[in-house]
């Protein structure tokens, strides 16, 4: 794939602009390293080991890459980087347009790169980027978060309990809620129904998805597709489908940090952004 920015990480002295075909990672901070996730940004990468080490290379611009002060002068990371200024050991790393986050075990989760819109947590008066990792302001709510997905310029946060936040740009509704100005502090994102239970989530350059399933022995009810306007995006969850997960996955009864198995009625749910459809536009070129 592309390699503008030195993200797929080959050796120090690439400067091949794309990758044909898959090629191993091995160089830098990861040779040797057993790695248990990793997430792909815009221009950037970002591996997590079995250990809780955070790696990070590629695209350093607005300090996307937490790799602190030393690294602000340099722009394109080639081999892959221990990021060494955490506070904890990590147990999830993600990827965004222009920034990145890292969850601490007991849900603590830490961001770094461009805030511009608020992506991080701060408002932008206040921070316009960051290349050290750090915590957001959560206002007036207690957040342990378990995963995070990041948007071009959007970030969402579940947490131990089920509940959906985010905080960011909301130009597009990919905060599930009507459009309007950026989002500094992490915000409850509302579902259709309260009582669904949220167990994953992904977000896209401009739109977000979450993946929720009914309480067990609730009976499941089709309900007909939100008809949408193409002129205008939708700014609240939307449902656009209904399909039975595989007995074989683990998905939470209890909770949203549940590991009980069950095949409940999964859904998803869209949060559609601009005219160009679920898609949106792409992320800027900024590299």
């Known amino acids: 794939g592309d390699n503008l920015g030195g993200q797929i990480g080959l050796s120090a002295k690439s400067t091949v602009a794309s990758i044909p075909s898959p090629q191993r990672v091995e160089a830098g901070a990861l040779r040797g390293l057993p790695i248990r996730q990793i997430s792909a940004g815009a221009r950037h990468s970002i591996a997590l080991s079995i250990s809780g080490q955070v790696v990070s290379w590629g695209c350093n611009k607005h300090g996307r890459l937490g790799l602190g002060a030393k690294f602000d ?54 921070l316009a ?9 959560h206002g007036d709510i207690t957040l342990k978060v378990r995963s995070v997905a990041l948007g071009e310029a959007h970030s969402l946060f579940l947490s131990y309990a089920g509940e959906l936040y985010g905080t960011g740009a909301s130009d597009r ?34 739109h977000s998805l979450t ?4 309480p067990p022995g609730t009976l499941s009810r089709c309900l007909p597709l939100q008809q949408h306007r193409r002129q205008s995006a939708p700014s609240t969850p939307l449902r656009t ?3 039975p997960t595989d007995p074989t996955v683990n998905a939470p009864r209890g909770g949203a940090d549940s590991d009980d198995e069950g095949s409940p009625l999964a859904r998803t749910l869209a949060y559609h952004g601009g005219s160009q459809g679920a898609l949106g536009d792409e992320a800027d070129d900024d590299a």
């Open 73 to 126: 002068g340099v722009e394109t990371v080639n081999l892959p980087t221990v990021v060494s200024e955490l506070p904890g050991v990590a147990r999830n790393v993600a990827g965004g347009g222009r920034h990145s986050a890292v969850v601490l075990r007991k849900g603590f989760v830490l961001l770094a790169g461009d805030n511009r819109s608020g992506q991080l947590g701060h408002p932008p008066q206040d």
């Open 211 to 214: 993946l929720a399933s009914e």
């Open 241 to 243: 489908a209904s399909v």
């Open 173 to 206: 509704g990919q905060l599930g809620e009507p459009i309007g100005e950026c989002v500094y502090v992490p915000r409850r994102i509302p579902m259709p129904n309260t009582d669904w239970i949220i167990w994953a989530v992904a977000a896209g350059p401009g």
């Open 129 to 137: 980027w960051s290349s050290s990792f750090m915590e957001m302001s």
